[in-house]
């Protein structure tokens, strides 16, 4: 049993920042691809950012880069998500994934294997 547990979500001002963690427990594998994606009321879910097992890939929707950072730390079986300049628009509910590997579309929804509960983000204006 594989469990991921996204935690940092909150409300936050425009412009601000907001660190999300995502915690992986139980039969896990260093080697996965971690991804984050989010989902809006009435939207679908959409991928955000994504990372190889040992963190020198990296993989950004346009519509987050520069302004989002994923990384990993595999000892702690933690990625994180660094958000900054926060936009209105961002609000949604953010998701992280893992994907066995080999993967041939880290934006696909479909690579991914596991999925956690979700938590929330909030920008106000």
């Known amino acids: 049993q594989v469990q991921l547990v996204e935690s940092g979500g909150g409300l936050v001002q425009a412009g601000g920042s907001l660190r999300l963690s995502c915690g992986a427990s139980?039969?896990?594998?260093?080697?996965?691809?971690m991804g984050w994606f989010r989902q809006s009321p009435g939207k679908e879910r959409e991928f955000i950012a994504a990372?190889?097992?040992?963190?020198?890939?990296?993989y950004y929707a346009d519509f987050v880069k520069g302004r989002f950072t994923i990384s990993r730390d595999n000892a702690k079986k933690t990625v994180y998500l660094q958000m900054n300049g926060l936009k209105p628009e961002d609000t949604a509910v953010y998701y992280c994934a893992a994907a066995i590997p080999p993967v041939t579309a880290w934006g696909s929804k479909a690579e991914y294997d596991y999925w956690g509960q979700g938590t929330q983000v909030t920008v106000s204006s």
């Open positions: 139980g039969r896990t594998c260093s080697s996965w691809t």
């Open positions: 990372i190889n097992w040992s963190g020198s890939n990296t």
